[in-house]
């Protein structure tokens, strides 16, 4: 299972009883999952194939499955291998000794523990998981974690890896001609130094190294971009957890063929050393 390709909008949580698989669920919904409890395995595909054809108004589902279920053992593995797409598995996890302060503390009952003690519960149930334990993408040991770093977790493991399918689009314009129309980020690039008050940049555009050079040596720009690309940086989960799939990021100046465009390049190139997906369009640098 580990070779086919998984769907980061199909999640399915399970591990171990008190690990934190609730704790999970509520923060997957808030970042615009559609979370289903306890789901029995054979009514899995069911909902698979509701989603996939577009039954159901659900982008993103997440399933939380677990030992409480009596055929889950036998049934989940089986299902999962059948289904037309392969959902990204977290198995949670915690020692013992985490375990049974937990069921201590909340005085809930171990589901494999009616008649024999809590640590006895937690051991049978660790063995009987060991297989799909295996079949994990993510196991999170969240003994000594709070609900905070569980949520940072999440977010490291899984919204990175969505945000490396995440299509970021770059346009240089000029203000002249207007603002692009699909715009969701405009930034204005008009107060950094202009190499068209310089009559041998003047003919040149934003992609010619003297141009380029130019710009960039500025404090000013360098500023900026530091700013630009913390500021992008931050935005982009964001825009995730909200159900984006794409984002377009406008950077304009007065003609679109010199600042903008040093700029929208530079912010290209950053953004792909951080493994994004960058494309760039440069509207008016040849007009």
Same mark, same amino acid.
């Given at each position: ?15 171990l009883s008190g690990s934190g698989k609730t704790v999970v669920s509520r923060f ?113 040991? +969240?003994? @000594?974690?709070?609900? !905070? ?9 899984? $919204?990175? =890896? *969505? ?90 100046? +007065?003609? @679109?063929?010199?600042? !903008? ?9 950053? $953004?792909? =050393? *951080? ?13």
């Amino acid at each position: 299972m580990k070779n086919q390709s998984k769907s980061i909008d199909f999640i399915v949580v399970t591990g171990l009883s008190g690990s934190g698989k609730t704790v999970v669920s509520r923060f997957l919904e808030d970042m615009g999952y559609y979370c289903v409890d306890n789901l029995p395995a054979k009514m899995i595909p069911q909902l698979v194939d509701l989603w996939l054809r577009k039954k159901v108004e659900i982008e993103r589902i997440a399933l939380v499955v677990d030992i409480r279920e009596p055929n889950f053992l036998t049934e989940f593995p089986r299902i999962i291998k059948k289904l037309k797409v392969k959902p990204y598995l977290i198995f949670l996890e915690a020692t013992d000794e985490t375990l049974v302060r937990r069921f201590s503390e909340s005085r809930r009952p171990h589901p494999l523990a009616r008649n024999k003690s809590i640590l006895a519960g937690v051991k049978l149930e660790r063995k009987k998981l060991a297989p799909i334990r295996e079949m994990a993408d993510e196991i999170i040991d +969240t003994t @000594g974690l709070s609900i !905070s770093q569980l949520k940072e977790q999440i977010v490291n493991r899984i $919204l990175q =890896k *969505k945000l490396r399918r995440f299509q970021i689009y770059i346009i240089s314009f000029g203000y002249k001609y207007g603002l692009p129309l699909d715009s969701d980020l405009v930034f204005d690039t008009r107060f950094l130094p202009n190499p068209y008050y310089l009559d041998e940049l003047r003919e040149l555009n934003g992609r010619n190294r003297k141009v380029r050079d130019f710009v960039l040596k500025s404090e000013e720009t360098r500023t900026f971009l530091e700013k630009l690309y913390s500021f992008i940086e931050y935005l982009l989960p964001g825009f995730i957890r909200e159900g984006k799939s794409s984002l377009t990021i406008s950077v304009g100046c +007065t003609g @679109g063929r010199h600042r !903008s465009v040093v700029i929208a390049e530079a912010l290209k190139e950053h $953004l792909r =050393k *951080k493994n994004l997906d960058a494309k760039i369009i440069h509207r008016d640098i040849y007009k």
